[in-house]
């Protein structure tokens, strides 16, 4: 089946612009969540949904970073006023159950922002 | 302190031959899975394979096998027979249980380059 797909693949903005970033998983994933990496600082974690509820924000960097995900599939990372130290590639995945050490997180092929 | 610890940042490796990938990781949980993922230049993060602490065997999938030490908490990598598609960037990462366990958290990775 189709595997989670992410959208724009590139995205070019100007320093205080907002940006949105989509995210579709896999089809009967419930849980689904949201990575950065970047060259400083590496993978790093920022958000998980369990159905539509985001029970973990833990790794969301500054109120200017929310999410949502709606009818237990799509999710949309939004950022507002960027910063150029938002520039990294944000990667979206998604896995059967969440919430256990076992379950096995799918990736997306990732969103490039580019802050200018 | 790190929780995941990848210290080769590249490596060559001769077509066919074999390659280790080595990762080590600090956890106070019992349980805990470990993954390895593989990243081609094309950005996408590709599961590998995943090994629970839990499981008396190691994991095997394919050419890769992950040799799994928990004394010495470890959960190396083996390539075997490698091919010229091997090189990419691999990630070591763990998903401990409870509450932390919505996450993975990822080492520094290491870059493999297989020659011809």
């Known amino acids: 089946g189709a595997g989670v797909s992410q959208s724009p693949s590139n995205k070019v903005t100007e320093k205080g612009k907002d940006v949105e970033l989509r995210c579709d998983p896999i089809s009967g994933h419930t849980a689904l969540y949201w990575y950065r990496q970047s060259l400083g600082q590496g993978l790093e974690f920022l958000i998980y949904f369990q159905g539509n509820s985001a029970p973990d924000k833990s790794g969301l960097p500054s109120d200017r970073f929310s999410a949502e995900r709606t009818g237990g599939s799509v999710s949309t990372l939004t950022i507002q006023r960027t910063q150029q130290e938002d520039s990294a590639v944000y990667l979206c995945?998604?896995?059967?159950?969440?919430?256990?050490?076992?379950?096995?997180?799918?990736f997306g092929p990732g969103t490039r922002l580019t802050v200018l | 302190a790190q929780k995941i610890t990848q210290t080769q940042p590249g490596m060559f490796v001769q077509e066919k031959e074999a390659v280790t990938l080595d990762c080590t990781y600090d956890?106070?949980?019992?349980?805990?899975?470990l993954f390895w993922y593989k990243q081609p230049s094309s950005g996408e993060m590709i599961f590998l394979i995943y090994?629970?602490?839990?499981?008396?065997q190691n994991a095997t999938e394919g050419r890769y096998s992950l040799n799994f030490q928990k004394a010495r908490k470890s959960a190396n990598l083996v390539i075997s027979a490698s091919q010229l598609g091997d090189s990419a960037m691999y990630f070591c990462?763990?998903?401990?249980?409870?509450?932390?366990?919505?996450?993975?958290?990822f080492g520094g990775g290491t870059r493999v380059l297989v020659k011809p």
């Open positions: 956890t106070s949980d019992q349980s805990y899975g």
């Open positions: 090994q629970g602490s839990y499981d008396e």
């Open positions: 995945a998604s896995s059967p159950q969440g919430g256990v050490y076992s379950d096995t997180q799918y």
């Open positions: 990462a763990m998903r401990e249980g409870g509450a932390a366990g919505n996450k993975l958290t």
